[in-house]
């Protein structure tokens, strides 16, 4: 009964939170609300794989499917711990502060949809539940020139649901033709037998929609745009893009096994264009919040070429990088949002009137840059070592990625750290609660790099046929 | 026990980071010192108790389980023994050192904080059991050079240095990581003592993929060990403080390739190829190392090529199949360069941070403390016959050299004559002639130590020569009377030369180290420079403006339709009409 409960809480929690007037309240409760999530999370946890069905719509073969396993805990307790962190350091939020936490509930509620669904349509229906929510926080509480980015955003996210959402329908019908049977249940569907133009057809539709989330070049103008424009609660961007990978691992491997092998080449292509695409876009920007947006885009085309590569250790890579980008580009974002400025022509020298923060910039710059002893690092070993497996060249221009990828980063530090002074005033130096703050996520960070042990016995927590562990 | 090599100064960081805010300077300057010191004692108290390691009973040790079945360990046989004492001396010395020298500097505590965290990533590199744990220390040093190199980073061109120092290693470093990928798809496992152990076998079978490791090590090994190609961020780190110079060229970094290879010896020496290469790479980059020495004018600058030009020394050892020769010329190389580079500093400190060596001379009669020892620094760099370390090392390789080749052993003795050339030149630009300063400058005891422990192990190397040797595995090969005298002869006929010429070398492209920077400029920098600006705005936009355009497009037309004129609308239906009719009567 804890699965549904996992979506269900933040959801009606989040109804409630409209009504909250006092700011330091709805802080407080949905503080409350992400805490009792993580208890639930390590409950269910504890008692292994679990599983949740209950019909919902019998005629139409729809049920109310859910699926616990190690994967989907990883991925719950990083959105909880960006969720964590976003609201803790939104706590000067006056403006409408119930409708603000009461989106961000949402937002959480929405994510574990799709991490736990197991049925197709449920998880359509979280997958566009999900971005409401941050369309809202966009459109009320961003910066700048935020309608048209906003719209952008629901424009992309939207029409590549529709995509995906004809596709699954396409795979219902073809279910029905060959079994007698409505279902969306994912087991049902990945039995259907299909001729290999449709398949390639069907998981391009599917694939279509999680580009666009990861992002993938060149699905992945929104997310420039969005990173400038989002208040810090969009944090859970970064989460948001997640769900991106998780899908692709989740959905198109076990639907599509022969068109996922099929289009590998075409999305290793697409991935290896990202990584350099993005690399050399964040190196020429001169907005930082920009830098980290094309990053990401970079990181995430490392994440695709590694999801294609069809190897168990590529994939165990991907999935750990994802979890350590995830905290380091976020908790980047998160500091850089405390400066005033964001061009980096108008900042600079922070080092030298700001130590702290420097130091903390430093330390996730590094562990971006995949410095070993990170978590980001064992991710990319993975990577290298199962890319390598596959296609040695392809292992060659994944390593030449760390190095366009330590190229812009370090200019950024050069720049905003060690330039000259200016631009510094009104930004006050890190408080004991943030320092704390980031002092936790680094030590996630390290924890991560030195010890990824505990993090692999949840992924393969209870599952025959991979127990024991990827050397 | 031996994880406390590493751990010491890694807790001495770790204070230091955090506290050094609510620490007095001298307490900082302790604890920054003292937490080396105390590793080297570690070391010590453990080869006093267990003796020296030999490949039978070296000590192995897990702290815990990284990956099943990988662990992080730590391995402590001879070699990283040799190199556990050298860094851990030498790097207390200089931090000793620094206690005088960055007298004056407000942020003693970053200062330090980061000399600590050096060691202790030096010292991970040289005593992990595995290449992953290896390249984390491999990386660490990375780091820590990046920040030291810039420490200063108001100074013009620091930031630059030290940008240019990360990328450049880390480009040597992607290919370690490859090399590391390699390794593991053969052997399965990363633990450096097992995949040696079962190399010789694999080799039979795979040869290419061998050569193709052992080429992979040695490109790794080229980025942190400064060699051609990847040399061209050594010099531009000389703006960093001059005690940082001194750890960076005798104990950390530009060791650790030297270190690798060494250690994956086994390997590489199945690999007749890969070998060749590090031979050719090594002679290479010495002759240009050395020749780029001699032309330059700035005195760290001449330190900086000179390390090149000698670890291109250490490589020719490792190419000519003597791993243990170029340790031994690892070991003494440590203390006279260290010696070197903290002499220039008292002698920076003297004349308000100037280096260059135009505006110097007859230090002589001024310093005569700091002449002595850097005289014995330069004795043993330029090999000096009978007194000094240097020559000794550097014999033991020319006669590997005489061994293998003729040609090499030219090759040898023409860098020697080269070096020494050099050396005595700066010598002769610091010391003598007219004196231009008025020096005011004392060094007090802090730096004087350093200085006399490592001009007393300078000479005193020399002595121990064949008992390292033996602990090292050396296996002798023939020397005879007539080699020891053309290489002494060498380096006598260079001195001479160098009193007499001193002032005959200007070249600005050598100076600038033959063109290096300006062919990477040209067909590295500037085209990525290049693409970054010509991709700034992201011409994928324009895809979607597109759309967006024909949409609009669409819309315009479909609007103007709407005229809300009957007749326009009538005539349209009829013509369309007769247009669907002509095309069903004539199909």
């Given at each position: 009964m804890i699965l549904p409960l996992l979506i269900f809480l933040p959801l009606f929690g989040g109804l409630f939170c409209?009504?909250?007037?006092?700011?330091?309240?709805?802080?407080?409760?949905?503080?409350?609300?992400?805490?009792?999530?993580?208890?639930?999370?390590?409950?269910?946890?504890?008692?292994?794989i679990s599983e949740f069905r209950t019909p919902w719509i019998e005629e139409w073969g729809l049920y109310?499917?859910?699926?616990?396993?190690?994967?989907?805990?990883?991925?719950?307790?990083?959105?909880?711990?960006?969720?964590?962190?976003?609201?803790?350091?939104?706590?000067?939020?006056?403006?409408?502060?119930?409708f603000y936490f009461g989106n961000m509930l949402f937002l959480i509620s929405g994510v574990n949809g799709i991490l736990l669904a197991s049925d197709l349509l449920l998880f359509f229906i979280a997958w566009e539940a999900m971005i409401l929510p941050l369309y809202f926080l966009v459109l009320f509480w961003g910066h700048g020139d935020k309608r048209p980015v906003a719209m952008q955003f629901f424009i992309f996210t939207q029409s590549?649901?529709?995509?995906?959402?004809?596709?699954?329908?396409?795979?219902?019908?073809?279910?029905?033709?060959?079994?007698?049977?409505?279902?969306?249940?994912?087991?049902?569907?990945?039995?259907?037998?299909?001729?290999?133009?449709?398949?390639?057809?069907?998981?391009?539709?599917?694939?279509?929609?999680?580009?666009?989330?990861?992002?993938?070049?060149?699905?992945?103008?929104?997310?420039?745009?969005?990173?400038?424009?989002?208040?810090?609660?969009?944090?859970?961007?970064?989460?948001?893009?997640?769900?991106?990978?998780?899908?692709?691992?989740?959905?198109?491997f076990d639907l599509f096994p022969n068109a996922s092998v099929a289009l590998a080449p075409i999305m290793i292509s697409i991935g290896l264009f990202s990584v350099f695409y993005g690399s050399f876009l964040a190196?020429?920007?001169?907005?930082?919040?920009?830098?980290?947006?094309?990053?990401?885009?970079?990181?995430?085309?490392?994440?695709?070429?590694?999801?294609?590569?069809?190897?168990?250790?590529?994939?165990?890579?991907?999935?750990?990088?994802?979890?350590?980008?995830?905290?380091?580009?976020?908790?980047?974002?998160?500091?850089?949002?405390?400066?005033?400025?964001?061009?980096?022509?108008?900042?600079?020298?922070?080092?030298?009137?700001?130590?702290?923060?420097?130091?903390?910039?430093?330390?996730?710059?590094?562990?971006?840059?995949?410095?070993?002893?990170?978590?980001?690092?064992?991710?990319?070993?993975?990577?290298?070592?199962?890319?390598?497996?596959?296609?040695?060249?392809?292992?060659?221009?994944?390593?030449?990625?760390?190095?366009?990828?330590?190229?812009?980063?370090?200019?950024?530090?050069?720049?905003?750290?060690?330039?000259?002074?200016?631009?510094?005033?009104?930004?006050?130096?890190?408080?004991?609660?943030?320092?704390?703050?980031?002092?936790?996520?680094?030590?996630?960070?390290?924890?991560?790099?030195?010890?990824?042990?505990?993090?692999?016995?949840?992924?393969?927590?209870?599952?025959?046929?991979?127990?024991?562990?990827?050397d | 026990m031996l994880f406390l090599l590493p751990a010491l100064p890694l807790s001495g960081f770790l204070?230091?980071?955090?506290?050094?805010?609510?620490?007095?300077?001298?307490?900082?300057?302790?604890?920054?010192?003292?937490?080396?010191?105390?590793?080297?004692?570690?070391?010590?108290?453990?080869?006093?108790?267990?003796?020296?390691?030999?490949?039978?009973?070296?000590?192995?040790?897990?702290?815990?389980?990284?990956?099943?079945?990988?662990?992080?360990?730590?391995?402590f046989d001879t070699i990283s023994c040799l190199m556990s004492i050298v860094v851990t001396l030498i790097s207390s010395l200089v931090a000793l050192y620094s206690v005088q020298f960055m007298e004056e500097?407000?942020?003693?505590?970053?200062?330090?904080?980061?000399?600590?965290?050096?060691?202790?990533?030096?010292?991970?590199?040289?005593?992990?059991?595995?290449?992953?744990?290896?390249?984390?220390?491999?990386?660490?040093?990375?780091?820590?050079?990046?920040?030291?190199?810039?420490?200063?980073?108001?100074?013009?061109?620091?930031?630059?240095?030290?940008?240019?120092?990360?990328?450049?290693?880390?480009i040597g470093d992607v290919f370690l990581l490859l090399g590391m990928a390699l390794i593991f798809f053969c052997f399965n496992t990363l633990e450096i003592s097992v995949f040696l152990s079962m190399a010789p076998k694999f080799a039979v079978e795979h040869q290419s993929l061998i050569t193709l490791a052992a080429i992979l090590l040695l490109a790794g090994a080229?980025?942190?060990?400064?060699?051609?190609?990847?040399?061209?961020?050594?010099?531009d780190a000389m703006i960093g403080p001059t005690p940082v110079s001194a750890l960076i060229h005798a104990a950390t970094m530009v060791t650790a390739g030297v270190y690798l290879l060494a250690r994956t010896f086994t390997l590489i020496s199945l690999a007749p190829m890969a070998q060749e290469l590090i031979l050719f790479v090594g002679a290479f980059t010495m002759i240009l190392g050395s020749l780029s020495a001699l032309f330059q004018n700035d005195l760290k600058k001449v330190l900086a090529y000179s390390t090149m030009s000698q670890i291109g020394l250490m490589f020719m050892a490792l190419g000519l199949g003597s791993p243990s020769s170029a340790m031994f010329h690892f070991t003494t190389h440590a203390f006279f360069k260290a010696l070197l580079f903290l002499s220039a500093g008292v002698i920076g400190l003297s004349l308000h941070h100037q280096y260059d060596m135009r505006k110097m001379g007859g230090l002589v009669r001024v310093m005569p403390f700091t002449f002595i020892v850097f005289i014995i620094g330069s004795g043993a760099l330029s090999a000096l016959p009978f007194l000094t370390a240097g020559f000794f090392s550097k014999e033991l390789i020319l006669i590997e050299a005489y061994h293998n080749n003729l040609f090499h052993?030219?090759?040898?003795?023409?860098?020697?004559?080269?070096?020494?050339?050099?050396?005595?030149?700066?010598?002769?630009?610091?010391?003598?002639?007219?004196?231009?300063?008025?020096?005011?400058?004392?060094?007090?005891?802090?730096?004087?130590i350093p200085l006399v422990v490592l001009a007393f192990a300078t000479i005193a190397l020399g002595f121990f020569e064949t008992s390292l040797l033996s602990f090292l595995g050396h296996i002798h090969k023939s020397s005879s009377k007539t080699l020891v005298l053309s290489a002494a002869l060498a380096t006598v006929i260079g001195m001479l030369c160098a009193f007499v010429i001193h002032n005959a070398f200007n070249n600005k492209f050598i100076a600038k180290g033959c063109g290096f920077d300006a062919l990477y400029q040209a067909i590295i920098v500037r085209p990525y420079n290049a693409i970054a600006h010509l991709l700034k705005r992201d011409p994928l936009v324009r895809i979607y403006r597109a759309l967006y355009s024909f949409i609009l497009f669409m819309h315009v037309l479909l609007y103007r339709s709407q005229t809300g004129r009957l007749r326009h609308y009538l005539t349209v239906i009829i013509a369309s009409a007769i247009a669907v009719m002509g095309l069903m009567v004539l199909s």
């Amino acid at each position: 009964m804890i699965l549904p409960l996992l979506i269900f809480l933040p959801l009606f929690g989040g109804l409630f939170c409209f009504f909250i007037r006092r700011d330091i309240f709805a802080w407080a409760y949905s503080l409350i609300i992400v805490l009792i999530e993580f208890l639930l999370l390590f409950f269910s946890y504890q008692k292994g794989i679990s599983e949740f069905r209950t019909p919902w719509i019998e005629e139409w073969g729809l049920y109310f499917n859910l699926k616990l396993d190690g994967l989907a805990i990883v991925f719950i307790a990083l959105s909880y711990l960006m969720a964590f962190i976003a609201i803790i350091s939104s706590k000067e939020q006056f403006d409408r502060p119930g409708f603000y936490f009461g989106n961000m509930l949402f937002l959480i509620s929405g994510v574990n949809g799709i991490l736990l669904a197991s049925d197709l349509l449920l998880f359509f229906i979280a997958w566009e539940a999900m971005i409401l929510p941050l369309y809202f926080l966009v459109l009320f509480w961003g910066h700048g020139d935020k309608r048209p980015v906003a719209m952008q955003f629901f424009i992309f996210t939207q029409s590549s649901g529709l995509i995906m959402l004809a596709a699954i329908i396409g795979l219902y019908f073809l279910a029905y033709v060959q079994t007698g049977i409505f279902s969306f249940d994912k087991e049902i569907l990945s039995h259907v037998i299909l001729d290999e133009k449709l398949e390639i057809t069907l998981c391009l539709g599917f694939l279509i929609a999680f580009l666009v989330k990861l992002p993938a070049c060149p699905l992945h103008i929104w997310i420039a745009n969005l990173f400038c424009s989002s208040p810090t609660g969009a944090l859970l961007v970064g989460i948001m893009v997640k769900t991106g990978a998780y899908a692709i691992i989740r959905f198109i491997f076990d639907l599509f096994p022969n068109a996922s092998v099929a289009l590998a080449p075409i999305m290793i292509s697409i991935g290896l264009f990202s990584v350099f695409y993005g690399s050399f876009l964040a190196y020429a920007q001169n907005d930082i919040r920009k830098i980290l947006a094309y990053s990401t885009v970079s990181h995430m085309g490392l994440v695709l070429i590694a999801l294609f590569c069809h190897h168990e250790g590529a994939h165990l890579g991907a999935i750990i990088l994802i979890l350590a980008s995830g905290i380091s580009t976020g908790s980047l974002l998160l500091l850089f949002s405390e400066l005033k400025r964001f061009d980096i022509n108008e900042i600079g020298g922070i080092f030298a009137v700001l130590p702290k923060m420097g130091a903390v910039t430093i330390f996730l710059v590094m562990a971006s840059i995949g410095l070993p002893i990170f978590g980001n690092f064992v991710g990319e070993w993975f990577i290298i070592a199962g890319a390598f497996a596959t296609n040695k060249v392809l292992a060659l221009f994944i390593a030449l990625a760390l190095v366009t990828g330590a190229i812009y980063y370090l200019r950024l530090l050069k720049l905003l750290l060690f330039g000259k002074v200016k631009g510094t005033e009104g930004i006050n130096e890190l408080s004991k609660t943030r320092l704390f703050l980031y002092g936790g996520l680094i030590s996630a960070l390290l924890f991560m790099g030195l010890y990824p042990k505990p993090i692999l016995s949840v992924l393969y927590m209870k599952d025959s046929s991979k127990e024991g562990t990827y050397d | 026990m031996l994880f406390l090599l590493p751990a010491l100064p890694l807790s001495g960081f770790l204070i230091l980071f955090f506290f050094s805010g609510f620490l007095c300077r001298r307490l900082i300057a302790i604890i920054g010192v003292g937490s080396i010191f105390l590793s080297f004692l570690a070391t010590m108290f453990l080869i006093l108790n267990l003796g020296i390691p030999t490949e039978s009973s070296a000590l192995k040790e897990i702290l815990w389980s990284f990956i099943p079945p990988m662990n992080i360990g730590f391995h402590f046989d001879t070699i990283s023994c040799l190199m556990s004492i050298v860094v851990t001396l030498i790097s207390s010395l200089v931090a000793l050192y620094s206690v005088q020298f960055m007298e004056e500097d407000a942020d003693i505590g970053r200062y330090f904080a980061c000399i600590d965290l050096f060691v202790c990533a030096m010292l991970i590199l040289v005593l992990a059991d595995n290449l992953l744990l290896l390249f984390a220390g491999w990386e660490g040093v990375g780091l820590c050079s990046y920040l030291l190199i810039g420490f200063w980073y108001q100074k013009a061109g620091a930031r630059e240095a030290a940008t240019k120092a990360f990328i450049t290693t880390r480009i040597g470093d992607v290919f370690l990581l490859l090399g590391m990928a390699l390794i593991f798809f053969c052997f399965n496992t990363l633990e450096i003592s097992v995949f040696l152990s079962m190399a010789p076998k694999f080799a039979v079978e795979h040869q290419s993929l061998i050569t193709l490791a052992a080429i992979l090590l040695l490109a790794g090994a080229v980025g942190k060990s400064a060699q051609i190609p990847l040399q061209v961020w050594l010099p531009d780190a000389m703006i960093g403080p001059t005690p940082v110079s001194a750890l960076i060229h005798a104990a950390t970094m530009v060791t650790a390739g030297v270190y690798l290879l060494a250690r994956t010896f086994t390997l590489i020496s199945l690999a007749p190829m890969a070998q060749e290469l590090i031979l050719f790479v090594g002679a290479f980059t010495m002759i240009l190392g050395s020749l780029s020495a001699l032309f330059q004018n700035d005195l760290k600058k001449v330190l900086a090529y000179s390390t090149m030009s000698q670890i291109g020394l250490m490589f020719m050892a490792l190419g000519l199949g003597s791993p243990s020769s170029a340790m031994f010329h690892f070991t003494t190389h440590a203390f006279f360069k260290a010696l070197l580079f903290l002499s220039a500093g008292v002698i920076g400190l003297s004349l308000h941070h100037q280096y260059d060596m135009r505006k110097m001379g007859g230090l002589v009669r001024v310093m005569p403390f700091t002449f002595i020892v850097f005289i014995i620094g330069s004795g043993a760099l330029s090999a000096l016959p009978f007194l000094t370390a240097g020559f000794f090392s550097k014999e033991l390789i020319l006669i590997e050299a005489y061994h293998n080749n003729l040609f090499h052993w030219g090759i040898g003795i023409l860098g020697a004559f080269l070096t020494s050339l050099y050396t005595f030149r700066m010598v002769a630009m610091v010391f003598f002639g007219q004196q231009k300063h008025h020096i005011s400058f004392r060094p007090s005891w802090v730096i004087k130590i350093p200085l006399v422990v490592l001009a007393f192990a300078t000479i005193a190397l020399g002595f121990f020569e064949t008992s390292l040797l033996s602990f090292l595995g050396h296996i002798h090969k023939s020397s005879s009377k007539t080699l020891v005298l053309s290489a002494a002869l060498a380096t006598v006929i260079g001195m001479l030369c160098a009193f007499v010429i001193h002032n005959a070398f200007n070249n600005k492209f050598i100076a600038k180290g033959c063109g290096f920077d300006a062919l990477y400029q040209a067909i590295i920098v500037r085209p990525y420079n290049a693409i970054a600006h010509l991709l700034k705005r992201d011409p994928l936009v324009r895809i979607y403006r597109a759309l967006y355009s024909f949409i609009l497009f669409m819309h315009v037309l479909l609007y103007r339709s709407q005229t809300g004129r009957l007749r326009h609308y009538l005539t349209v239906i009829i013509a369309s009409a007769i247009a669907v009719m002509g095309l069903m009567v004539l199909s």
